[in-house]
């Protein structure tokens, strides 16, 4: 039987914080699919069109890549508790936004609030690096790190549940519920840490980032609406090179960039960072394509005739088995470094693609190779961040697991321009007269998936090499940040 030993002085109990910083990035995961199964209905629940709706889901994408990164960059310098506060208070006014109005444009704003809150992530895993014992850091990462897939997995079922059985604002209701909730429980459980990252806030570098990236992401987004070869959408590519490679140009010049891009350029930041991008790709196609697969009509002579429920319960047992899986990542990670668990990570995500081409007429086969292909992303969620803590300064953590997280973003969103292109553009005339997408449009979606997780294997091998020992190369810097705090403590006192 083990006993739980109690905090070392100074230090909070590990249990209640870990617990608190994971249960917040659920919530906040769990609002990037909140509104996916209520998409089809807002043109008639709020009197907008379709293309005003999709926006719903893109300005969160848009603001969560923004803030993701400057945010943590805050955090870094000025507080990660503070700031990470502050990004749940804007999750909470957007929630109320949404739940007191039909308005598409006040939908619109809100879940542009909801979006910035993905920064959660990131500065709860700088929060752990920080406050939590050398042994413990990895494990905890990890699960911080996979909840961007939990919520995810979690949030599609839930909103079905609701969208079908109450009324659509109640969701938002929920949502701010639970935003309030984790408020009080980070003032109650989470302290702040006093490690600081010097020099001044870089809001030239910060206007730049987020104009390149609203260029690239629109772009991206919108590209199959208004045509890929359309002005505005190649106008929106243009700006965005441009945009980035001037950005690029003053980080390198400044002393305190708003992204080191030295730290950056180093193989072991770049290609983790290049790997979150195509594992954000590979995972995101099964959120995408599971639900509306198993809903198709049966007419189409490969579509189930789901509920909405049904779809988004596809997905439960893909993000039960997340749960599970980040500590057995974590020492996997411990016992041979995040390269291998990476390595497999990817392996598995392939494995369970494969097993999705071939199996999209049962609905139990269909939801083993979702489940396959989620166990693949945590083990891939839960490397990734310690990929990065090993490669840059204790005060540059939340600013680098901001920008990977936003690597993740980006992937998504080019991942959601792939398949709406291919499931648009693969499509047959149905006995009812309507169309619908054939079945290898899916089975084509699969394969490109696959593709993308094996290239983040073939990158991950690529990964500059490193002991066991290496992947809990943040120990001494933690300890070193821990006795910092404990000398600003005793100096306060």
């Given at each position: 039987m083990s006993v739980a030993m109690p905090a070392p002085p100074g230090r909070p109990h590990p249990r209640p914080l870990v617990g608190v910083l994971a249960f917040c990035g659920v919530v906040v995961a769990v609002m990037q699919t909140l509104v996916v199964p209520l998409l089809p209905h807002v043109p008639e629940l709020t009197g907008s069109t379709t293309a005003a709706a999709s926006w719903l889901v893109t300005v969160t994408l848009l603001t969560g890549a923004v803030c993701t990164p400057v945010l943590g960059r805050v955090g870094d310098m000025y507080g990660k508790r503070r700031v990470l506060l502050a990004a749940l208070g804007v999750l909470v006014a957007g929630s109320v936004m949404c739940a007191v109005s039909s308005h598409i444009g006040v939908l619109i704003a809100g879940r542009a609030l909801q979006g910035a809150a993905l920064a959660v992530v990131p500065l709860g895993i700088s929060i752990m690096r920080d406050e939590l014992a050398p042994a413990r850091i990895l494990p905890s990462v990890a699960l911080m790190s996979s909840t961007l897939g939990i919520g995810a997995a979690v949030g599609l079922p839930v909103a079905a549940l609701v969208v079908e059985h109450f009324d659509w604002h109640t969701m938002f209701w929920a949502s701010a519920g639970l935003g309030v909730l984790?408020?009080?429980?980070?003032?109650?459980?989470?302290?702040?840490?006093?490690?600081?990252s010097r020099g001044r806030f870089d809001a030239v570098g910060a206007l730049g980032l987020a104009a390149a990236l609203v260029c690239l992401l629109l772009a991206v987004t919108q590209g199959a609406d208004w045509g890929w070869a359309a002005p505005r959408t190649l106008a929106l590519l243009a700006a965005a090179v441009v945009v980035g490679l001037l950005w690029g140009?003053?980080?390198?010049?400044?002393?305190?960039?708003?992204?080191?891009?030295?730290?950056s350029a180093r193989p072991s930041v770049l290609l983790a960072n290049v790997a979150a991008l195509l594992i954000g790709f590979a995972f995101y196609a099964n959120s995408l394509v599971t639900a509306q697969l198993v809903q198709e009509p049966t007419a189409t002579g490969y579509g189930l005739g789901a509920s909405i429920v049904v779809g988004g319960l596809c997905l439960l047992p893909g993000g039960l088995a997340m749960v599970a899986l980040s500590p057995l990542s974590a020492k996997i990670s411990t016992a041979y470094g995040p390269r291998f668990s990476l390595v497999l990570a990817a392996g598995v995500m392939a494995v369970g693609y494969v097993v999705r081409f071939f199996t999209s007429h049962s609905l139990w086969l269909i939801v083993l190779g979702a489940t396959v292909v989620a166990s693949g992303t945590a083990i891939a969620y839960s490397a990734l961040p310690a990929l990065v803590m090993r490669a840059v300064p204790v005060g540059e953590t939340a600013a680098a697991n901001g920008l990977n997280t936003l690597m993740r973003s980006v992937g998504?969103?080019?991942?959601?321009?792939?398949?709406?292109?291919?499931?648009?553009?693969?499509?047959?005339?149905t006995a009812a007269g309507g169309t619908?997408?054939?079945?290898?449009?899916?089975?084509?979606?699969f394969l490109v998936a696959a593709g993308a997780a094996v290239a983040a294997l073939v990158?991950?091998?690529?990964?500059?090499?490193?002991?066991?020992s290496a992947a809990t190369g943040t120990v001494k810097e933690t300890t070193q940040a821990a006795d910092g705090r404990s000398l600003a403590e005793k100096g306060a006192g």
């Open positions: 984790d408020i009080l429980l980070v003032l109650r459980c989470v302290p702040e840490s006093p490690v600081r140009a003053y980080e390198l010049r400044v002393p305190s960039p708003m992204v080191d891009l030295r730290v998504q969103a080019f991942c959601s321009a792939v398949v709406a292109a291919v499931l648009a553009g693969l499509t047959f005339r619908a997408p054939t079945l290898h449009a899916y089975l084509l979606v990158v991950a091998l690529f990964l500059p090499g490193a002991s066991p």
